[in-house]
């Protein structure tokens, strides 16, 4: 790209813009010649693209050429990762639903140990002729520690642990809170471009733009 044009270009186009601001219309004549200063602009526009788009339009093809063979290339790779995600994920799932099921194993062993231990305590103290503390013990709520074993699965250096993408379905409209629903902005729009300033939607304000 020619370094020269480039700059007459650019030097063009900022002293157009400090023009613009300098720009009042307050009658015919000077609307007339804003009208013209526009034109100029868009002649100024034209000129720039046409020393521009073909050197875009070369970047592009080889860009779109450069892009299509690494898709190429990378395309089995793609597929292969695609192969060996679930697989990892069944994995996880399986081992969590182990771990998960061992810390239920030991936290119902943990509070057959209690039960069992409270009930021996119940039964000595009823023993001893002491009733009313019998009695209280037995009531007594079992609390047992949560057990939380720790995670098998190796960590593998380079390698995120896979995620677990939740999703959802509408089940009954009608039941979404507010702050959950989205204005219809394409039939809003059809509307307020049909009615102009006759339109009537509470909560919206049509205006001119």
Avoid at 172 to 178: G, W
Wanted: glycine content about 2%; hydrophobic content about 40%.
């Amino acid at each position: 790209m020619n370094d020269l044009i480039v700059s007459e270009l650019k030097s063009e186009a900022s002293t157009v813009q400090e023009r613009a601001r300098a720009v009042v219309i307050n009658d015919t004549a000077t609307y007339q010649e804003a009208g013209q200063f526009l034109l100029n602009i868009k002649a100024l526009r034209k000129k720039i693209s046409e020393f521009c788009d073909p050197v875009i339009s070369l970047a592009y093809k080889t860009h779109r050429e450069a892009v299509a063979k690494k898709n190429e290339m990378e395309a089995p790779l793609l597929e292969a990762e695609k192969l060996l995600e679930p697989k990892r994920k069944q994995y996880i799932r399986a081992e969590e639903e182990k771990r998960r099921t061992e810390e239920l194993r030991i936290q119902a062993e943990e509070r057959k140990k209690a039960e069992d231990a409270r009930l021996a305590e119940a039964i000595s103290l009823a023993a001893q002729g002491r009733k009313a503390e019998s009695e209280r013990v037995i009531e007594m709520p079992i609390v047992t520690i949560p057990v939380v074993l720790p995670t098998e699965i190796p960590k593998i250096k380079g390698l995120s642990k896979p995620i677990t993408y939740w999703k959802f379905k509408i089940v009954d409209p009608k039941l979404i809170p507010r702050e959950y629903m989205c204005p219809d902005e394409v039939k809003i729009g059809q509307l307020v471009r049909a009615l102009k300033n006759a339109t009537n939607i509470p909560g919206i304000e049509a205006y001119p733009g």
